[in-house]
């Protein structure tokens, strides 16, 4: 597609100048969008990090869009290129400054859009610049999106040592950096040498402003979750995570705060000097209560967090302690090293084993047994805010993360897990539902005998603060069991929400002994059945027909709100990204005065941009959310699957001319390829997965890499060939091709969580795959309508 004539003869030699600029370009620009991923985790919630995909689609799309404004030609085009590239370079300043400013705002819808509009201003202009240089250069566009795919590849490999080194706020001003260096670059092949200066001077006044905030914060987090931060004795990010340390205002002990939301403390008990009462306020709460059943046990904490279950295992005489703490800010740089002092050394304590790693792939690699396996409120993203994360997935709590667990316990052994309580409850069933259906698995049939439920600080059940502890036995509960418990509930004050032989009449008695379990699910006022690796979405329990109702009658002073806050976050995201799809949708019309071409064939033809647009967002968001099981980490599983789909699609597409030539027969085998392939994906992932567990992660992360390219390069080709064909068929469609996919994949990336949450990761990436058979359809319903032209 050529936007402009290319005017740049053979004589033309600065090639490799004009491919830095390209590469310097779309490196910039993939480090913004997946910096922009940490940031709106911090600042507003994990879910918002795919909302980053569809702010850069958006921002891209109308780009190119727009880029059909702009008239030039040779060194004319450079200096507009180098005036957009400073432009930018600004942008992403601006951005980062409102997003920020709006972090301390509730995310209702006008916040939700302002934050996207500002975002994609530097995506935007992005589109525009790549889009122009790559019309100028039209004879050697193979080279030029060589060049470009080095640039956003080499920006997908350099955003987590930059998180790691400069923050979240750092790495989006780093991009600036490279956005600046791009203007000195262009105004150089312009010949202009003002420019160039400033470009330069640009560039290194943005790394002076990055080494100046890394040392004194100008641009930071001050405000998150519309809340202003408490003020802060310590601060560090990595690439999935930004942590801090505040004094807890109730009694000035250490708290760690994890992305400005989730909080664990850091104990001070002297273990080896324990006091009677100092032992009663580790045994006695919620937490401690299975160590009144298995004192002195062998256990397994996931999320040891500050190291308040480390401490309760200790005190109960435990001499075999072992804590996955997937955060090694948390475990190595504060509890090993500048606050190790403020835990009395509690993680260098030679009972206790603390391991780095993500708690699921521990336990799936770990060939131990153990008598306690115990989570206290971990959520695999940090979050104690449940409502907060009900978008996110969690692999701790599936279906078949619980068959792990039991399958790791000793014939006495326990699973304990605290989550918060609620009236009806919501969690801690969901959690009898998933070890229920695991349970069924390993062979055990009567469950209700395996289960003990208790809850602590029931008169903060209607407002914030009761907890729920399930304990769950390998094995049915001994006699003596219950009476311990029974005897430890009396002492402590917990309410006995289930035992066995003298349960209270209440919802876990009634869900534990219903026959027909489905016809309990179904009327149960909350979506509590089991969830699976397919579909990890652990907190999401509005059932399928009260969404429009919890939407128009729920209030922020609601607690059921503040529980299912991504509903109407959900709807929030999908009106923004509504709102982005008409914009894109509008730009053709109402900027470039171009109507919908009603020539024959064509209008059928341009649905299948739209099918690619959907499809190509659809599979990359699933193989996202499939494989961070796989790598442990959404940060690695963005870059990771954004890399591979990069790489791979650039090579699909500087091959497509060769490999299609033309024949709309060889694009229907493309077509056919990406169907099957993504087809096997979608069943093939999850064996991998789980062969591949215990692996490191490099080798994790290039088994990622071999497992999409396949399917990258096949849908590499379908687009650019598809533009070529309408080119020469009805040139003047082509902006309204570029315009229906970028459109097409803004509401995907928004219907690929909607399409998750109720259908599966897997068919996701099933529907993902039919688009492109609907593609396929157009392509032969248009074919003699282009012949014939």
């Known amino acids: 597609m050529s936007i402009v004539s290319s005017s740049l003869s053979g004589k033309f030699t600065a090639w490799p100048i004009l491919y830095g600029a390209v590469a310097l370009t779309t490196g910039a620009t993939l480090i913004l969008e997946l910096s922009l991923t940490r940031i709106f985790s911090v600042v507003f919630y994990y879910h918002f990090a795919f909302l980053a995909i569809s702010i850069a689609l958006f921002g891209l799309g109308s780009g190119g869009v727009l880029s059909y404004y702009i008239v030039a030609r040779g060194e004319k085009l450079f200096h507009r290129l180098g ?149 802060e004795i310590f601060v560090q990010w990595n690439s999935f995570s930004r942590i801090s340390v505040r004094q807890d205002p109730k009694d000035q002990s250490l708290l760690i705060v994890i992305d400005a939301d989730a909080t664990t403390g850091i104990p001070q008990f002297d273990l080896d000097h324990l006091t009677d009462r100092d032992r009663a306020e580790l045994i006695a709460h919620g937490p401690g209560f299975p160590y009144q059943l298995r004192p002195g046990a062998k256990t397994l904490i996931i999320g040891a967090g500050g190291g308040w279950d480390v401490a309760r295992a200790l005190a109960s005489g435990s001499k075999d302690v072992t804590g996955v703490e997937i955060n090694p800010i948390i475990a190595e740089t504060i509890m090993r090293g500048r606050f190790q002092a ?10 206790a084993h603390i391991v780095v790693e993500d708690g699921r792939s521990f336990v799936r690699r770990s060939k131990e047994k153990y008598q306690l396996l115990q989570a206290t409120l971990v959520d695999t993203w940090a979050s104690t805010a449940a409502g907060a994360f ?47 259906q695991a349970m069924y698995k390993l062979g055990e049939q009567d469950f209700a005998r395996h289960v003990i439920v208790v809850r602590e600080d029931v008169q903060r059940l209607n407002t914030w603060g009761a907890t729920d502890t399930v304990l769950i036995s390998r094995k049915p509960f001994r006699v003596e069991d219950l009476e311990k418990a029974a005897l430890a509930a009396s002492k402590g004050g917990f309410e006995i929400l ?220 379908p687009f650019p060939s598809g533009l070529t064909r309408l080119e020469h068929w009805h040139s003047p469609s082509v902006r309204w091709a570029w315009s229906l996919n970028a459109a097409a994949s803004v509401l995907g990336s928004c219907g690929a969580i909607f399409l998750a949450i109720y259908l599966g990761l897997r068919m996701t990436l099933l529907i993902g795959a039919a688009l492109y058979l609907v593609a396929l359809v157009t392509l032969k319903l248009t074919s003699k309508h282009a012949v014939a032209q």
């Not at 200066?197 to 990055?210: P, S």
């Open 498 to 717: 289930y035992l066995p032989g003298q349960s209270p009449d209440n919802q876990f008695s009634s869900f534990l002994t219903a026959k027909d379990q489905t016809a309990w699910f179904r009327d149960y006022p909350y979506d509590v059945t089991p969830v699976p690796d397919d579909r990890p979405f652990f907190f999401y329990t509005v059932q399928p027909r009260d969404i429009w109702n919890f939407r128009t009658t729920a209030t922020h002073e609601n607690a059921d709100f503040k529980v299912n806050l991504a509903v109407p976050t959900l709807f929030s995201l999908l009106g923004v990204s509504l709102l982005a799809t008409f914009i894109t949708l509008a730009l053709p019309p109402f900027l470039l005065k171009a109507r919908l071409p009603r020539e024959p064939g064509i209008p059928t033809f341009l649905l299948y941009f739209l099918c690619l647009g959907a499809g190509y967002i659809l599979v990359q968001v699933g193989l996202i959310q499939k494989l961070v099981l796989f790598l442990g980490h959404p940060t690695y599983a963005l870059t990771v699957v954004i890399f591979s789909m990069l790489v791979s699609s650039g090579l699909g597409s500087y091959a497509s001319r060769r490999l299609v030539r033309g024949n709309d027969d060889r694009l229907m085998y493309a077509l056919c390829a990406v169907t099957g392939i993504v087809t096997i994906l979608a069943f093939s992932v999850k064996p991998i997965i789980d062969a591949g567990e215990g692996l490191p992660l490099p080798v994790k992360m290039l088994i990622t890499v071999l497992l999409i390219a396949p399917a990258g390069f096949a849908m590499g080709i």
């Open 342 to 351: 403020q835990s009395r050394g509690l993680y260098a304590r030679p009972e």
């Open 83 to 231: 005036v957009l590239s400073a432009l930018n370079s600004g942008a992403v300043v601006f951005s980062l400054a409102l997003i920020l400013n709006l972090a301390g705002k509730p995310s209702g819808f006008q916040t939700l859009a302002m934050v996207y509009f500002a975002a994609a201003l530097p995506f935007l202009l992005s589109g525009m610049i790549v889009s122009l240089a790559i019309a100028e250069t039209i004879h050697r566009v193979d080279r030029v999106y060589f060049y470009d795919l080095v640039g956003a590849a080499g920006g997908c490999l350099l955003v987590i040592p930059l998180l790691n080194i400069v923050g979240g706020p750092g790495a989006l001003l780093s991009a600036a950096v490279l956005f600046a260096a791009a203007a000195a670059v262009w105004f150089g092949l312009a010949r202009a040498t003002t420019g160039r200066v400033l470009g330069v001077a640009l560039a290194l006044f943005l790394v002076a402003l990055i080494i100046v905030n890394k040392r004194k914060p100008i641009l930071d987090i001050s405000s998150a979750k519309g809340s202003k931060l408490a003020a």
């Open 390 to 436: 009900a978008l996110s997935e969690n692999n701790l709590y599936t279906s078949e993360a619980f068959e792990d667990y039991l399958s790791h316990l000793t014939d006495d052994g326990v699973l304990a897990f605290t989550r918060w309580g609620f009236d009806p409850p919501r969690e801690s069933l969901r959690l009898l539902s998933l070890a229920r």
